[in-house]
Structures are given as C-alpha cells and as structure tokens.
C-alpha cells in the first residue's frame, strides 16, 4: 500500500506560484509513476501532469504547458508540482495519484492509489 498526502495548496492571486507536494509513506516510491489531476466544480477529473519513475519524460496537459512543472525526489518519497503563472481557470481541487509501472500514464483509470487532494483557489 502506498499513502498519498498533498500539500501547498492555497489562495493566490492571478499570476502568482504555489508549489504543491505529494508524500508517500508506507513504501518507496522510487518504482511508482507519479501523476497530478484536478477537479474543478461540477467538472470531471482531469489529468494536469505525470513523471515516470525515473524522472524521465514528464508529460503535461496542454493547459499548462509551459507553466507548470513535475518534478520527484525519490530519496524522500516526494512528488512536486511547481505552479507559475496561475490562471483563475487553474482553480481546483488538485489530487496526486501513483502507479506501480515503468510507463507514465496519463489517464485517472491507470492509477490506482491516491491523494485526499488539495484545494488551489486562484482569484482575478
């Protein structure tokens, strides 16, 4: 089993940063691909980033393409993803999740353990 916590989340004025971490406890996550989704309002989960186990390859949604990072530290179990430039239409509940492969999958349903999420409020 592997617990996921994120933390970092906030109110930032438009074009601010935030820097949001996901900790795992329970196992190492050094063979886990790591992702980040949202889920705004009424809106369906939507998948934000994701980095395979050994940092290669990170992968965005177009959305944020160029402003957000994803970045991991294996040696302390930590998964970050670092928000510049923020938008009012970033705003939602951001939830971490992990997969044990050595792809890096980009859909909620290829993930199978998860974060209790934390909520981003970005204001105009």
């Known amino acids: 089993q592997v617990q996921l916590v994120e933390s970092g989340g906030g109110l930032v004025q438009a074009g601010g940063s935030l820097r949001l971490s996901c900790a795992a406890s329970g196992r190492t996550i050094s063979s886990y691909a790591m992702g980040w989704f949202r889920q705004a309002p009424g809106q369906e989960r939507e998948f934000v980033a994701a980095?395979?186990?050994?940092?290669?390859?990170?992968y965005y949604a177009e959305s944020v393409k160029g402003r957000f990072t994803i970045f991991r530290n294996n040696a302390n179990y930590t998964v970050y993803l670092q928000m510049n430039s923020l938008k009012p239409e970033d705003t939602a509940v951001y939830y971490c999740a992990a997969v044990r492969t050595a792809l890096r999958p980009v859909k909620k349903d290829e993930y199978n353990y998860w974060g209790q999420g934390t909520q981003v409020t970005v204001s105009s």
């Open positions: 980095i395979n186990r050994s940092s290669g390859s990170p």
